[in-house]
């Protein structure tokens, strides 16, 4: 049974880091490039970013780039989002996700976790 189980939301105050973590199982997790997607309440699903099967490339959408960082660590199965200088409209519902290498760009992940929520706020 394929599984990705995000871990490591909760509620911060503007400024403030977490880190979320993505436990992978049920597939091969080095042939898959890995994502960050993000969905606020009331709005669609916000891209965030993704880190390729070796993790040697980073993409980062503009509203995090320099403040989050993505990784793998593929011995561990496990991708993680280190998120700093946390901003209230960060608050959404974190989700991990997963894409076969090789696959076009156009098509949908083939793997979602269930979310973790995020809420920044004082």
């Known amino acids: 049974e394929v599984q990705l189980v995000e871990s490591g939301g909760g509620m911060v105050q503007p400024g403030g880091s977490l880190r979320l973590s993505c436990a992978a199982s049920?597939?091969?997790?080095?042939?898959?490039?890995m994502s960050w997607v993000r969905q606020a309440p009331g709005k669609g699903p916000e891209w965030v970013s993704s880190?390729?099967?070796?993790?040697?490339?980073?993409y980062y959408a503009d509203s995090v780039k320099g403040r989050f960082t993505i990784s793998r660590d593929n011995a561990k199965n496990t991708l993680y989002l280190q998120m700093n200088s946390l901003k209230p409209e960060d608050t959404a519902l974190y989700y991990c996700?997963?894409?076969?290498?090789?696959?076009?760009?156009?098509?949908?992940?083939?793997?979602w976790g269930q979310g973790t929520q995020v809420t920044v706020s004082s």
């Open positions: 049920g597939f091969t997790f080095i042939n898959y490039d």
């Open positions: 996700a997963a894409k076969v290498v090789g696959s076009d760009p156009r098509d949908d992940y083939d793997y």
């Open positions: 880190i390729n099967i070796g993790g040697g490339s980073t």
